[in-house]
């Protein structure tokens, strides 16, 4: 829900007369409290899901790399990995 969404929720339950002001009032003080939090946006969080997600495969070709190697090195059959 945006700010302006929950200022006019808050505002529709008061008089017309303080509405406005109400409104002004709210979305600030949303925005502070929201601002404090140190949220991401949907497309920073996206973005660092598609790092994880590469690193992850990064991660598990090496480890069946180092695997082959190690297996390798002592002559030994290769071990399947998840």
Not at 11 to 32: C, F, I, Q, Y
Not at 54 to 81: A, F, G, Y
């Amino acid at each position: 829900m945006t700010f302006d969404r929950i200022a006019a929720a808050i505002a529709t339950a008061l008089p017309v007369e303080l509405t406005e002001d109400v409104r002004k009032n709210v979305r600030a003080a949303l925005r502070s409290a929201l601002e404090k939090m140190d949220l991401v946006t949907r497309e920073e969080m996206e973005v660092q899901e598609k790092v994880l997600l590469r690193t992850r495969e990064k991660l598990e070709s090496l480890l069946i790399r180092l695997d082959q190697l190690e297996r390798k090195l002592h002559d030994e059959p290769p071990e399947e990995h998840r």
